[in-house]
């Protein structure tokens, strides 16, 4: 998977979960909580869901590391690398 | 200003004559809520110790004494009398955990006006919704806030006479609050309310209907102060950590009154919940009391014993939950990760403070919300037309409480036929199902309404479908809350669609999409089903009850009432 299916991927996943976000609309630094408004509950579905479409598990403490687009992308493609 | 004091132990304390132990006259000197929480300790010496140690969410740290928070507050209190407010007005707050909510709320007190927290999460329509029944005369926000939820329907509100915006700049038509405290006076003197003056609404869910505003007056600090150390074992000089956000009552009661009444210094995070943050924030600030929810505790379990393994929890000397009924599994684990259990304890909005308690030094029944307070008069009922039989132990009811404790609500604001509903037979009766084992602890059971109680938030299904049928496409809504291993329960909504409207996925997210900009994420459901009709009784009112029976694939019940079937 390229950098950019990662993060179509992220941006669908998420626009899944809170379907009040225009994913063409996220910049890469939006944190998904302060400024998209995702609550807790929608970050572990949002935990799930990727956990679901990559297989990758990402435990609690790394949680941080997927809060914006570009830090997701960058965490989700070290681990399927 | 002298005041009733619920301190009284040196003789430095002005507010009990030292020598009989007798409170000066309260209807003399009135009772303040702001007074109690910090004046009292400034008057007696205690200025220069730590209150609030803040700790934003870019990892900055502030740190305010009680005389800084008497200066804060004073300046509060000074820029909205200086705008025409007047005691009793109502100011709401819509922010998150900064400093200046908390200078507001005590400041709003001090100068005798009623406060209202909002949680800062609630869409636009929630936030409208509750200033529209609390009459707001001021908001105090933030600019992002204010543009995204409030600016769009401002005026709509006449009672509105001054929006205040955190920070040095603000948008049309608003007051910049950090320029208008820096010119205010900051020796306000708090205003000489009663003990029956309000002093705070909270809103609360109703099944039907709109949010209901709980009032409750200063007379509640009362309770504040004996439950905060009875409860959790609140002293001066305690570092006490509430992970409540003051949006709802816990964060208010046990994370602004009750703390600072006992003198304590507590911990406020700006942040959101975050395991190794939180883990990091209980060591580097030797927190001693923890009071958290089950969810967020659900959620430490989650990650494993072995997530906690690096970290120090050796400062730890009491933990309590509240919002819903902890697990016993989360007791246990607590116990093992952090060497003390999770104490389960049980109160609501109206009830203003904590009503039952696993307290300290008691042998905690994992998965029991434990024993009545000391002097709250707890039992289990059936409730009858204008009396209640009270059921012996085993049997499950409805948990009931002895009026007249004094942080109890006075009255839901303007409903008084709702407010009265509540007491039956000397009774007021909480609206939840339980049952009293032979040991006298109290086991949560569910709501006998159709409440849905969710991250620790009671949330009205009402309101949820209101939303939902705003939608062009829906036509009828039905919303229950179904099991959720983290959240206690989720929010699902079943709905029909308007004739020449087809269910698919992207409907559904369309729906959800404009349900969670009007509600926002806590509130918002989860999860939409399509049906082709909603079950309804013959008045036409959906049977909630049943859809939710179904979900659970629980017996249906007494269904002689359903006049066309759920299809």
Redesign the interface.
């Known amino acids: 998977m390229t950098d950019d299916d990662i993060r179509a991927l992220f941006l669908e996943e998420l626009a899944r979960i809170a379907p009040d976000i225009d994913p063409g609309t996220v910049g890469g630094g939006d944190h998904i909580q302060d400024d998209l408004e995702l609550d807790s509950m929608d970050v572990l579905n949002l935990v799930t869901a990727l956990h679901a479409r990559t297989g990758i598990d990402i435990p609690e403490p790394d949680y941080p590391q997927i809060e914006t687009a570009d830090k997701a992308v960058a965490y989700l493609s070290r681990a399927l690398a | 200003m002298a005041n009733l004091g619920v301190a009284g132990e040196d003789e430095t304390d002005p507010f009990h004559d030292w020598r009989t132990g007798v409170p000066q006259d309260p209807a003399r000197y009135g009772l303040n809520i702001a007074y109690e929480a910090i004046d009292r300790h400034v008057a007696t010496g205690y200025g220069a110790e730590e209150a609030i140690r803040w700790l934003g969410?870019d990892d900055s740290r502030r740190s305010f004494s009680y005389s800084d928070l008497q200066d804060m507050t004073g300046r509060v209190a000074s820029v909205l009398q200086s705008h025409g407010l007047e005691p009793g007005d109502s100011v709401f707050a819509l922010m998150g955990r900064v400093p200046e909510l908390y200078a507001t709320a005590l400041g709003t007190l001090r100068a005798g006006m009623v406060f209202t927290p909002l949680f800062s999460?609630f869409g636009p329509e929630p936030i409208r919704t509750r200033m529209e029944i609390g009459g707001a005369a001021a908001l105090v926000t933030t600019a992002a806030l204010y543009k995204r939820k409030i600016a769009p329907w401002r005026d709509e509100i006449d009672t509105l006479k001054l929006v205040l915006i955190v920070g040095d700049d603000a948008p049309e038509g608003c007051v910049a609050l950090g320029p208008a405290m820096a010119a205010a006076r900051a020796d306000t003197p708090p205003v000489e309310t009663s003990p029956d003056d309000p002093a705070l609404i909270h809103f609360t869910s109703g099944t039907t209907g709109k949010p209901k505003g709980a009032v409750h007056v200063h007379g509640a600090v009362v309770y504040h102060a004996v439950s905060g150390r009875n409860a959790l074992d609140l002293a001066p000089g305690t570092i006490y950590w509430c992970t409540a956000d003051p949006g709802w009552v816990t964060g208010t009661s046990y994370g602004i009154i009750s703390p600072l009444v006992n003198r304590v210094t507590m911990i406020v995070d700006e942040a959101?919940?975050?395991?190794?943050r939180w883990y990091e924030t209980i060591g580097r600030e030797g927190v001693e009391v923890w009071y958290s929810a089950p969810?967020a505790i659900r959620?430490?379990m989650?990650?494993g014993a072995e997530?906690a393994a690096a970290y120090d929890f050796s400062s730890l000397r009491f933990l309590a939950s509240v919002g819903e009924p902890l697990n016993p599994e989360a007791v246990v684990w607590s116990e093992e990760v952090f060497g003390q259990p999770f104490h389960d304890n049980w109160w609501q909005t109206e009830t203003g403070g904590i009503m039952i308690a696993n307290r300290p030094g008691m042998e905690v029944k994992p998965g029991s919300m434990g024993k009545p307070m000391p002097g709250v008069e707890a039992a289990i009922v059936e409730p009858g037309e204008g009396m209640v039989t009270l059921l012996p132990d085993g049997e499950v009811g409805e948990l009931a409480l002895r009026p007249g404790w004094p942080s109890m609500m006075r009255a839901y604001l303007h409903e008084k036929a709702r407010y009265d509903k509540c007491f039956v037979g000397g009774w007021y009766l909480s609206g939840d199902l339980a049952m009293r084992d032979a040991d006298g602890y109290f086991w949560f059971v569910g709501r006998a309404d159709d409440l849905i109680k969710?991250?620790g938030h009671l949330i009205g299904p009402f309101e949820v479908e209101s939303a939902l049928i705003e939608h062009e496409a829906v036509a009828e809504a039905g919303v229950i809350g179904v099991p959720d291993e983290?959240?206690g329960e989720?929010v699902k909504a079943f709905v029909t669609l308007n004739p020449g409207r087809e269910a698919s996925d992207a409907l559904e997210?369309?729906i959800?999409?404009?349900a969670?900009?009007r509600l926002?994420?806590?509130v918002a459901p989860?999860e939409i089903v399509f049906r082709k009709t909603l079950p309804k009784t013959r008045s036409g009112k959906i049977m909630r009850r049943l859809l939710k029976a179904r979900e659970l694939g629980l017996p249906e019940g007494d269904i002689s009432t359903l006049e066309t079937d759920e299809t």
């Open positions: 969410k999460a959101e919940f975050d395991l190794d969810t959620m430490m989650r990650a997530a969710t991250s983290t959240a989720i997210r369309d959800r999409g404009h969670r900009k926002g994420a806590a989860r």
